[in-house]
């Protein structure tokens, strides 16, 4: 799996009394299982908003069995980001 893939960022991880505004819940295009999601661990993300404003991110695990991953963004997502695309980018070979 070489290039970049895109995803859709489906909201921020949440328990049923808190919310974690820094890791993000995402859906990557084409991904159906917990094993093909463990592959993207270490992956650079990057959202770009309408006006130009880039968050970057890292995927730091799986949530779930459906292909579903959790990804850290500094600075934090807004709210505004829920249900957009994002792009993720593979980690260099060194």
């Known amino acids: 799996m070489s290039g970049e893939l895109s995803g859709l960022i489906i909201g921020y991880r949440r328990g049923t009394n808190t919310q974690y505004p820094s890791e993000v819940l995402a859906k990557i295009y084409g991904?159906?299982?917990k094993r093909?999601?463990?592959r993207f661990i270490g992956w650079k993300a990057?959202?770009?908003d309408r006006y130009g404003n880039r968050y970057n991110g890292r995927v730091v695990g799986v949530h779930g069995r459906k292909g579903v991953v959790r990804i850290v963004f500094?600075?934090?997502l807004p709210g505004q980001a829920?249900?957009?695309?994002?792009?993720?980018?593979?980690?260099?070979?060194?």
Request: cysteine-free.
């Open 31 to 33: 991904v159906e299982d």
């Open 36 to 38: 093909q999601a463990s």
């Open 46 to 48: 990057v959202y770009v």
């Open 74 to 76: 500094k600075p934090n």
């Open 82 to 94: 829920i249900g957009e695309e994002f792009r993720l980018i593979p980690p260099k070979q060194e």
